[in-house]
């Protein structure tokens, strides 16, 4: 389940596989692409912009393009050495191959693939809100876009990007559940959206660079979560069974009793 700091972590790993590397092929298998050839293009770079990958190349004739994939819920991009067998997922969901000298990228599953001029990259990533793991991160403008949804919920108004980009479901759920906060609770009503929007901050930046994402502080297997997965399960704080409920279109986890609905 990508959410920011595993897409941040996946444009590193194509950063350190391709980045200076000029492609001796490419397989672009989506209806949209496959007459595109980027072989003897170069990598200038692969960034993230919250849960959106861009792979920036140049082409041979001097100009910039943007290579763009969403992973959603079950994309994911790997590298090989040349020669190694792809492993990671069956090979009819392979929707991207970029081959180089010194590695082949292989992309799995990818959403919302897109090849644009760079001057047009704005276009397919210019609506989201702060990337909490960006340059760029600025907690003032990402708060005055959550508080201009006042009647929203808050677990929705996290998950909207245009708010702000990278928080998934286990982010919104375990932000929550350390502020104390129902995840139905109006943005007009949560007490401290400025302290809510820095601890998002901070726990994707706390896993940044890892695989295995944990808001405990504990990377043992099943320790990792305080209400994320735990449905049933005692809250770690005062031992009430954790919840389970739909929260528009995505499930959410909550501790009834450290996180009082205030409907």
Not at 129 to 142: I, K, N, T
């Amino acid at each position: 389940m990508p959410e920011g700091d595993t897409v941040w972590n996946t444009a590193r790993v194509l950063q350190r596989a391709l980045a200076g590397a000029r492609l001796t092929g490419s397989d672009l298998r989506v209806p949209q692409l496959s007459t595109a050839d980027l072989t003897g293009w170069a990598i200038r770079e692969s960034a993230s912009r919250g849960k959106h990958l861009l792979l920036r190349l140049a082409a041979p004739d001097g100009h910039d393009w943007t290579l763009h994939s969403h992973l959603r819920m079950d994309g994911a991009w790997r590298a090989y050495a040349p020669g190694e067998r792809w492993a990671a997922r069956p090979a009819h969901l392979i929707r991207v191959v970029l081959r180089s000298p010194g590695a082949v990228a292989v992309g799995y599953h990818l959403h919302e693939l897109a090849l644009v001029p760079a001057a047009e990259e704005d276009s397919l990533v210019g609506h989201l809100g702060p990337d909490l793991l960006g340059p760029d991160w600025d907690p003032d403008e990402a708060v005055r876009r959550l508080a201009a949804h006042p009647d929203e919920t808050i677990g929705e108004a996290l998950l909207d990007q245009r708010n702000l980009a990278g928080v998934g479901n286990l982010y919104k759920c375990e932000v929550l559940f350390l502020r104390g906060t129902s995840p139905w609770t109006p943005v007009r009503a949560v007490p401290d959206l400025a302290g809510t929007v820095a601890l998002a901050q901070r726990l994707l930046a706390a896993n940044r660079g890892r695989w295995t994402q944990s808001t405990t502080g504990s990377l043992r297997r099943g320790g990792t979560t305080y209400v994320y997965g735990r449905r049933a399960q005692p809250c770690r704080r005062c031992g009430t069974a954790i919840r389970k409920e739909d929260l528009g279109e995505r499930v959410t986890y909550w501790c009834p009793a450290c996180q009082p609905d205030r409907r």
